[in-house]
């Protein structure tokens, strides 16, 4: 069983124009809901019109769960919201085949993952073995129950929240479930005004409630085909390489940027471009994504960790160590 989505893989209409017009709308929505992060904001746009998945890290209270919903209500697609918790299952993720005696046969009964956004809250709450029910959701969108194969829908993607690993009763996100996530941001508190703004505007009432649709399913993947057909110049594409290579033989670094890396970024740079309204990548594009489609892939040393280097520090330093390609090349 599958929610019916075709794929429509023609360009959108307008091509970077018409994506740009039509994640504004959306941009101008979620930010009457999600006061003073207009950065995290863009990226959660930027990882939705590439196909990617995003992570939300920071302390409970800031807004995290808030910002998927209010992304989904605003793109007029499904979501569904799953609290992870200790005793979480897989399958009260992917679904589970249920006997009809009267039938006598097997009904799937799809879970949580069979919409367009899944909203993972709080997912390091969860055991390793439930967190990595996601894998092959993440990575190919398909769920396997009972060794049949199931499509999801298009779009889809997983916003999920995570609190600080150090807090009581965490699991940290293993290696390979990081990688899948296209990009990772943090909320952080508002600033005094935007909290004000915030007490002003919901203190009262639901954020969400007065909050309509401006998009919908087939013309989001429209402009999510509009924006893979975004041009990237080989040197704009040398350029990235160079950066996501340089991850691995840097001696602060010792896990880094893995191949996915590499095209979660190239297909960031690409939405970015639309975003703006061009149909070419630039290599401030690539430049503006570094930290946030990196960072939280990357494994420091034991000489980096003691001297409390960070991933963030060692990625300005490639950035100013690696050379941009001049502009008649891109």
């Not at 918790?85 to 009260?92: I, N, R, V």
Request: proline share 8%.
């Amino acid at each position: 069983m599958s929610i019916p989505s075709p794929w429509d893989a023609r360009s959108a209409d307008g091509g970077a124009d018409g994506v740009a017009a039509t994640l504004g709308r959306v941009r101008e929505a979620v930010v009457q809901v999600v006061e003073g992060k207009d950065d995290v904001v863009r990226t959660a746009l930027v990882v939705l019109l590439a196909e990617g998945h995003l992570l939300v890290e920071d302390v409970p209270g800031v807004g995290k769960t808030m910002l998927a919903k209010t992304l989904a209500r605003a793109t007029g697609v499904s979501v569904r919201r799953v609290q992870f918790t200790p005793d979480l299952l897989p399958s009260d993720l992917t679904g589970v085949s249920v006997y009809d005696a009267e039938a006598r046969r097997f009904d799937f009964k799809p879970g949580p993952v069979f919409a367009h956004v899944v909203v993972g809250d709080e997912i390091n709450r969860a055991s390793p073995k439930t967190q990595s029910a996601l894998l092959e959701c993440m990575g190919e969108r398909t769920v396997t129950v009972d060794g049949t194969t199931h499509t999801l829908a298009r779009p889809f993607m997983v916003v999920a929240t995570q609190n600080p690993a150090e807090m009581e009763g965490t699991y940290p996100l293993p290696e390979a479930q990081r990688d899948r996530f296209m990009a990772r941001v943090s909320m952080g508190y508002p600033s005094p005004a935007s909290e004000m703004a915030m007490l002003g505007n919901h203190g009262a009432r639901d954020p969400l409630s007065d909050l309509e649709p401006v998009s919908d399913p087939g013309e989001l993947r429209r402009a999510i085909a509009a924006a893979a057909a975004v041009h990237a110049s080989p040197a704009v594409q040398q350029y990235l390489l160079d950066l996501v290579t340089a991850t691995r033989s840097h001696p602060a670094i010792s896990l880094g940027a893995s191949p996915r890396a590499s095209l979660h970024l190239l297909r960031a740079s690409r939405a970015v471009a639309a975003l703006e309204g061009r149909g070419h990548v630039l290599p401030d594009d690539v430049q503006g994504l570094v930290v946030p489609v990196l960072a939280h892939r990357l494994v420091l040393s034991s000489e980096a960790a003691a001297v409390r280097r960070t991933p963030e520090d060692v990625l300005a330093e490639l950035l100013q160590r690696v050379p941009v390609p001049s502009t008649s090349r891109v």
